[in-house]
């Protein structure tokens, strides 16, 4: 066995946000001052010779971790868990890839619990089974029936759990090293205040990002135009590359950035980030230290009353469809359904159209436009009462419309309290702090591959 010292450190400069067209763009050779790259201070010979035979695949998945053992069981359950939870569709190679980027994974989650116990924070068994239960009831109906399915994937609970405790070890240790010492102070809070007052009525984007050194530290599987072919072929959800490929601080919150002006963006992204709609995905783009990926998941114009914050009240048609239905029989099916709810004089005429057309119907009178899919918002923002969407849903699920019985406009937006604002400022500085902590805890560890 060869004892190794630590992965090696994921520096990005900056916080440059990718911005551009939803098409994969072809990734080019980075293009930057050796003055200003780690590599310039390892006087680094130019004609390198390489002694001896360099094999990545050598290294198998297992691990010890200042003697804490990874297994080859570990690694494979967790694998199964997120192929399972993110429904993915993958080749033999790219679960290879993944085996590589989880036990990559699964190193800096022992790290983070080595260095929460060395600093006597405990997390009990009863806060692992809330949050546990917790995420249980996002993927099935019962805890007993989440739990079956992960086994019958492959995996168990005891990986699940294992990650829970990892997240609220580092979560704790985060709260007692760092978060006192953050201090943001009234006359900063003041002048953004003040700054957001002016921007009244500017757009701000709500912005999602996947980061990657030019050298993915998390292996192959993440290298960046092959996360935007599968998120482009609809094999893996960009959620899932956020989770288990980025190195951004972001990465527990699936990439999420939260609402970002055009002003604080550079300029050269600030006019392709305008021109995306909601939902796209663009990239990857060459930014500082290496790729980002990101997506427009949302818009809103700063303190300005928005359409898409409107409060709906809505009845949903479904109709479904016995097994062995072919596509061309469903979209037919789908346009007499299509006929028959363009002419509906309103909500009163559900019931009658539902008794003939053997359609189920659903009440909903709590919906927020900017709460549903982004086509479902471009197609019922301009409904009039009464009026229906086009059918949507599919040959498995079902087709449905949604009818439109009421309409609560939202009302002006406000200035974000000073708490709010003081939590936000604080929880962007603290993940920054925890992003060079697990750097430096990287670099300070023995892992010996097995």
């Known amino acids: 066995m060869t004892v190794i010292s630590k992965l090696t450190r994921a520096a ?16 080019t050779a980075q ?28 290294r198998k998945p297992t691990a010890i971790v200042n003697d804490v053992v990874i297994t080859g069981t570990d690694v494979d359950q967790r694998v199964a868990m997120i192929v399972a939870l993110n429904r993915l569709q993958l080749t033999a190679q790219e679960k290879d890839e993944l085996r590589l980027s989880v036990l990559r994974q699964l190193i800096d989650e022992t790290l983070q619990i080595q260095e929460a116990k060395s600093n006597e924070i405990k997390v009990t068994d009863e806060q692992v089974e809330q949050t546990f239960n917790n995420v249980a009831r996002k993927y099935a109906r019962s805890t007993a029936e989440f739990t079956t399915m992960l086994r019958q994937a492959g995996s168990s609970e005891r990986s699940i759990r294992r990650q829970i405790e990892g997240e609220l070890a580092w979560s704790r240790l985060l709260q007692k090293q760092v978060e006192w010492r953050i201090n943001v102070s009234d006359e900063e809070i003041k002048s953004i205040l003040d700054n957001m007052e002016k921007a009244k009525g500017t757009e701000e984007y709500n912005l999602k990002e996947i980061f990657v050194s030019s050298t993915p530290i998390y292996g192959a599987n993440c290298d960046p135009r092959k996360m935007m072919q ?14 288990t490929c980025s190195e951004a601080s972001t990465r527990a919150r699936e990439g999420d950035l939260g609402w970002v002006r055009i002003s604080t963006l550079p300029s050269e992204l600030a006019g392709a980030v305008q021109q995306m709609k909601i939902g796209q995905v663009a990239g990857p783009i060459e930014v500082a230290g290496g790729y980002s990926i990101l997506v427009l998941a949302d818009k809103r114009q700063v303190l300005t009353a928005d359409p898409r914050d409107a409060r709906l009240s809505v009845r949903q048609l479904t109709i479904t469809f016995p097994a062995g239905t072919t596509q061309a029989q469903a979209t037919n099916r789908a346009s007499e359904f299509a006929k028959e709810t363009a002419a509906l004089r309103g909500c009163g005429d559900v019931p009658k159209l539902a008794q003939k057309l053997d359609a189920k119907v659903v ?24 009026q229906a969407t ?49 750097r430096d805890l990287r670099r300070d560890a023995l892992v010996e591959y097995r």
Request: hydrophobic share 40%.
């Open 390 to 438: 086009p059918p949507f849903g599919s040959v498995e699920d079902g087709i449905r419309v949604l009818v439109l019985c009421g309409r609560d406009d939202a009302r002006e937006a406000s200035l974000p309290s000073r708490e709010q604002l003081r939590n936000q400022i604080e929880q962007q500085r603290v993940n920054l702090r925890a992003q060079r902590m697990l």
């Open 31 to 58: 293009t930057v001052n050796d003055s200003d790259t780690p590599a310039a201070s390892l006087d680094l010979p130019s004609n390198l010779q390489i002694f001896g035979k360099v094999d990545p695949n050598l």
């Open 363 to 386: 009440d909903n009178d709590q919906i927020v436009i900017r709460q549903l899919p982004p086509q479902l918002q471009e197609m019922i923002l301009p409904l009039q009462l009464g």
């Open 230 to 243: 599968q998120m482009q072929a609809g094999t893996a959800p960009f959620e899932y590359f956020a989770r």
């Open 12 to 27: 990005r400069a900056g916080a440059a946000l990718v911005a551009a067209s939803g098409m994969a763009l072809p990734v």
